[in-house]
C-alpha cells in the first residue's frame, strides 16, 4: 500500500472547520489545542492504532488534507492486508464484536458528522469514557471539537469504561476537572455511579449509549443529577447516529413506527431525523438510515437489520437483546439481555450480568452475576431475585446467582457475551 501524500510542514498546516479554534483537550496532564495536534507525528501509510484522542484528531486532520481514507484500529498493529485508503476523504472504524467478530466498515466523513449540532458551547467539559477509535468515542471527540469545548481524555492500556481502576480513573478525572457532560454505555454508568458514591459532580448532560437502556437506571440517573439533560442515543458503527430520546423513558415511541416504516408518509420518524425510516420485521428493528456505513445500505429495499430485537409494548418500542446473542437453553431460544432487564428492575440491585455457561444435558444455562447496593440484605436479595424471573420459562431462570463487587466490562465499556450461543 502506497503512503499518503505529503501534507506540508506542520506549521503550514490549517485548522481542520471541525475543530472550533477554542477547542481544549486534555489528555492526561498535556492541555492540547490545535497547534499541538497538527505538530503531531502523522501515519505514513494511512493507518493508525488509536489509543489517544490526540491521535485520531491528528491522523483525521491529516486525511482530510490528503484527501485519503483512514483507517482507526483499536488494538495490537494496524493489519492493513485487503485495506485500500482509496480516494477521498473517509474514515474506516471497527465494530465492537460484542456478539461476534468485529467489522470494519468506511463512513463518508461528513456522513460522519450528520448530527453533530455545531453549537459552540466553550463551558461546557466533556469526558471521554469510549475508546477512541470506536464510532461512540468518535462522537463525543467531533462533538466537543465542533463545539469549542474541553475533552478530558484519561489515557489507558484499555482506555474506556474497563473495570476497577479504570473507572476510579475516570471518576477522579471527572471531579478534578468539574466535567459537565458524559456520555457512556448503561453498563459504564452502573459501575460509574457505584464509584462516584456520594460525591457532587456539576453534570449539565448525562448520555447513554452503546446498549439498551432500561428504566431503572434512568430513574436513578435523573434522580441523581437532577438538573441535568438526559438523553439515550441509537447509533451503530454500521448504521450511524440515528435518533436520540429524551423524555426519561426506556425504548423509542411507537410512533415513530409506520406501516411504510417510518414516523410519516415521507418515511421518516421526526423532522429531526430526515430521511431516517424505522420498522419491526421478525421481532427486529429494521432501518433506512442517511448514515450508515458506506456500502451497507441494506437489501434491495434499503431497509439495514440492526440486529436488535424489540417489542411493542403500548406506546413504546423496548429492545429486547441482541438476536446474535440468544441462547439455546434446551431447545429454547432465550435473550440473556432481557432476562437481565428483570434482575436490573428488582430493589438493591445496583448492577447485574445474565451470562450462558456450558451444560453436558441442555447445551447452556444461564447465570447471574449480582453487584447489590451497599447495605442490602442477600437472602432477602436473592428471594426477590428469585421471585423475578419466577413466571418466565424454565430455560430462561438463572439456576445461579453470584454476589460481586464490581461486573468486568470491555474496553468498550460493554458486557462481554462472547461464546453464547
Not at 503550514?12 to 477547542?23: A, E, K, M, V, Y
Not at 481514507?69 to 498493529?77: D, Q
Not at 439455546?328 to 432481557?338: D, I, Q, R, T, Y
Amino acid at each position: 500500500m502506497s503512503a499518503a501524500p505529503a501534507i506540508g510542514k506542520p506549521a503550514d498546516r490549517l485548522r481542520p472547520g471541525w475543530i472550533h479554534p477554542g477547542f481544549r483537550l486534555i489528555e492526561g496532564g498535556h492541555d492540547l489545542g490545535w497547534p499541538e495536534l497538527a505538530a503531531m507525528p502523522l501515519p505514513a501509510g494511512g493507518a493508525v492504532v488509536a489509543r489517544r484522542p490526540s491521535q485520531v484528531l491528528a491522523a483525521l486532520a491529516a486525511a482530510e488534507v490528503a484527501d485519503r481514507g483512514l483507517l482507526l484500529t483499536r488494538g495490537g498493529e494496524a493489519e492493513t492486508a485487503g485495506w485500500d485508503p482509496g480516494r477521498g476523504f473517509s474514515v474506516t472504524l471497527e465494530s465492537s464484536g460484542t456478539t461476534g467478530a468485529p467489522k470494519r466498515l468506511r463512513h463518508d466523513f461528513d456522513r460522519l458528522c450528520g448530527r453533530l449540532r455545531g453549537v459552540e458551547d466553550s463551558e461546557a467539559r466533556w469526558l471521554l469514557t469510549y475508546e477512541p477509535a470506536t464510532f461512540a468515542g468518535l462522537q463525543v471527540m467531533l462533538t466537543a471539537a465542533a463545539a469549542g469545548a474541553t475533552l478530558v481524555a484519561v489515557p489507558q492500556d484499555r482506555t474506556g469504561a474497563g473495570a476497577g481502576g479504570a473507572i476510579a480513573g475516570l471518576v477522579h478525572a471527572a471531579r478534578v476537572h468539574a466535567v459537565t457532560h458524559i456520555s457512556g454505555t448503561p453498563s459504564f454508568w452502573r459501575a460509574f455511579l457505584i464509584a462516584l458514591d456520594g460525591a457532587e459532580l456539576p453534570l449539565a448532560a448525562v448520555t447513554l449509549g452503546g446498549e439498551a437502556v432500561d428504566q431503572p437506571l434512568l430513574d436513578r440517573l435523573a434522580e441523581r443529577f437532577p438538573t441535568a439533560r438526559l438523553r439515550h442515543i441509537y447509533a451503530s458503527t454500521e448504521a450511524g447516529a440515528l435518533f436520540s430520546v429524551g423524555d426519561g423513558r426506556a425504548g423509542f415511541p411507537a410512533a415513530w413506527l409506520s406501516e411504510e416504516g417510518g414516523g410519516g408518509p415521507e418515511g421518516r420518524a421526526d423532522e429531526d431525523r430526515p430521511g431516517l425510516a424505522l420498522r419491526i420485521a421478525g421481532g427486529v428493528l429494521e432501518v433506512r438510515s442517511p448514515r450508515a456505513a458506506l456500502g451497507t445500505a441494506g437489501g434491495a429495499d434499503g431497509w439495514l437489520s440492526t440486529g436488535d430485537l424489540v417489542e411493542r409494548c403500548g406506546d413504546r418500542v423496548l429492545f429486547a437483546g441482541r438476536l446474535g446473542g440468544l441462547v439455546n437453553v434446551g431447545g429454547v431460544k432465550v435473550s440473556p439481555e432481557a432476562v437481565e432487564r428483570r434482575l436490573l428492575a428488582v430493589e438493591g440491585v445496583a448492577d447485574a450480568v445474565v451470562a450462558a455457561v456450558p451444560s453436558p444435558i441442555t447445551g447452556h444455562l444461564l447465570t447471574a452475576t449480582i453487584v447489590p447496593v451497599p447495605g442490602a440484605d442477600e437472602p432477602s436479595l436473592r428471594a426477590a431475585l428469585r421471585a423475578a424471573t419466577a413466571d418466565l420459562v424454565p430455560a430462561a431462570r438463572p439456576r445461579a446467582l453470584t454476589m460481586a463487587a464490581t461486573i468486568p466490562l470491555s474496553a468498550a465499556g460493554k458486557k462481554s457475551r462472547k461464546g453464547s450461543a
